[in-house]
């Protein structure tokens, strides 16, 4: 969190939260309700302040009041940064994944370091180079391999993703 922000937070402690003005989007956009954040400066701003409070809901703080964040799907998306290096969309590199799933919508999800990420669809086609095993049949084994390790690809219902990683999709 940055310096400017826990001073406002220690001015002004009891600052309202705010809610339904900010949205993650499935590629790792801010959006606001007129359309998505084009301002570098801003949505790095966003990115060093946002967090998840004890119940899983995800927030940028802005000063002294609490922004809650709509997500479109997973709290963090994650990018291919090179062709075998994945990062946050706030910037942050991915050190290690530690497991994978493909929802029923055929969405690729990894957990790594930084929680549960739903990865960029652009990027699909060049992660799907790392799979092995048949996708179109459902009760077929499938791994991913990735930076030397193997790992095994669950099946995972869309609708399942919040409560099995412990976060709100739409806080209120």
Do not use: K
């Amino acid at each position: 969190m940055d310096d400017a922000v826990r001073q406002a937070l220690a001015r002004w402690p009891d600052v309202p939260d705010c809610f339904g003005w900010l949205s993650l989007s499935r590629r790792g956009e801010w959006q606001l309700p007129d359309g998505p954040i084009r301002h570098a400066g801003l949505a790095a701003f966003i990115g060093r302040n946002y967090e998840a409070d004890a119940d899983g809901r995800w927030y940028f703080q802005n000063g002294p009041q609490r922004v809650f964040v709509s997500l479109a799907y997973t709290p963090t998306v994650l990018r291919l940064a090179a062709p075998a290096r994945l990062q946050t969309h706030t910037g942050q590199p991915v050190e290690t994944l530690s497991g994978a799933w493909l929802d029923d919508e055929g969405s690729l999800l990894l957990a790594s370091e930084h929680g549960i990420a739903l990865l960029d669809d652009r990027d699909l086609a060049a992660m799907a180079a790392h799979l092995v095993g048949e996708l179109e049949q459902p009760d077929a084994p499938i791994s991913l391999n990735w930076s030397g390790r193997c790992l095994p690809v669950e099946r995972i219902a869309q609708a399942d993703v919040p409560a099995r990683f412990g976060f709100v999709g739409q806080p209120a």
